[in-house]
């Protein structure tokens, strides 16, 4: 999408390399990895989303180059990450949106509260930024982000929750929204697969992630009068009872989350993921086509249902898919397959086109209006998570892979892989 991930070529292609790897079409990648070598080029004059940026761009090259060890690739997204450390040039080192990759000028979000810096992007390149120093030999790339835990650490939290808006001058939040959705999503997911990419050794990680849950729970999620549940929107402390679909990510999460839980909480956090998946499949299936809305609400006597014009599309969208996949994998209850599987169908009979597959304008109708938009993130999520979900557990084993937040897996770096930089010189 070139308005997200500024005017880099490729996002397609690059977000797709190792879907083609994992499902074996060695030819395509072949051409793939050609296009990577003669034309991925980030000497633009272009303001593109760090975020976005480092997720798709970044997080594909890496696991391009983790899947097949073809040198290229890491070059690139060295390169790449390179790029990218001016936008933490900021008082506090919480990094700029937006980032002018040629001049090094970076600006935010001209919307964003107080021209803050959002939650869920900066708090979305630990991952990724870890694995740059361990292939680069840089030890700068992991330095940058965890300074940002640092600057977190010593913010004093609402209700133990962590707002949706930090200003990168002052070091102060903006606005006290709350979200698991679409502004703070990718935060938490990120400090729990920070501890288990790091082989359990990020002490402080796991620290932040359960507090954050434990947050979570007391003051988001909630059940509904039919007894679904769902997390909630908080407002400086006002409840909003809708859920984004971006949200419906947080029950493979929580079951992710769960075999490290303190106290025996295993298997509540298990209970917790499947309660949102569940939760997730009613807004699929309580529309015309079984493909979820952007939003559902829980108010007004609805339950699970788009109630505005403006929520009630889908653009092919991974999180509830990306939830059956890990509860499969966790508990291997067969329904996980089964709703994974009302999906496919609705996909195919929906958005299914002649150029590949379109977003839907509203799911409630009888009728399709397709967006004409095939986002990345369908090959890079949707589709890998469909996948996996109908493979062997033995295809990228979560013993040994961690999914960065746009479905590129990234190896779990074992104490014992030491310098892997010096070697690769």
Known sequence: SSCISGNIQGATIV????????????????EAKEWVEKNLDFNVNAEISVFEVNIRFVGGLLSAYYLSGEEVFRKKAVELGEKLLPAFNTPTGIPWALLNIKSGIGRNWPWASGGSSILAEFGTLHLEFVHLSHLSGNPVFAEKVMNIR??????????????????????????????????????????????????????????????????????LIRKSSRGLTYIAEWKGGLLEHKMGHLTCFAGGMFGLGADGAPNDKTGHHIELGAEIAR???????????????????????????????NEKYYILRPEVIETYMYMWRLTHDPKYRQWG???????????????????????????????DVQQS?????????????????????????????????????????????????
């Open 15 to 30: 977000d797709a390399l190792d879907t083609l790897y994992i499902m074996e079409m060695k030819e395509e990648f072949k």
């Open 341 to 371: 599987w009302e999906a496919v169908e609705a996909l195919e009979k929906h958005c299914r086109v002649d150029g590949g597959y379109s977003g839907i304008r509203d799911v409630y109708n009888n009728h399709e209006s397709h967006d």
């Open 377 to 425: 993130f369908f090959l890079s999520e949707t589709l890998k998570y469909l996948y996996l979900l109908f493979s062997e557990d033995d295809l990228l084993p979560f013993e040994h892979w961690v999914f960065n937040t746009e479905a590129h897996p990234l190896p779990i770096l074992h104490k014992d892989d030491g310098n892997k930089e010096e070697n690769q010189k």
């Open 150 to 219: 640092k600057v977190l650490n010593r913010l004093d939290k609402p209700e133990g929750l962590y707002p949706n808006y930090l200003n990168p001058s002052s070091g102060q939040w903006g606005q006290h929204h709350v979200s698991i959705g679409g502004l703070g999503d990718s935060f938490y997911e990120y400090l729990l697969k920070a501890w288990l990419m790091s082989d359990k050794t990020d002490e402080e990680g796991k620290k932040m992630y359960y507090e954050a849950v434990q947050a979570i729970e007391t003051h």
């Open 279 to 309: 939760t997730c499949h009613e807004s699929y299936d309580r529309t015309s086509m079984k493909l979820g809305p952007e939003a559902f609400r829980f108010d007004g006597g609805v339950e699970a249902i788009a109630t505005r014009q």
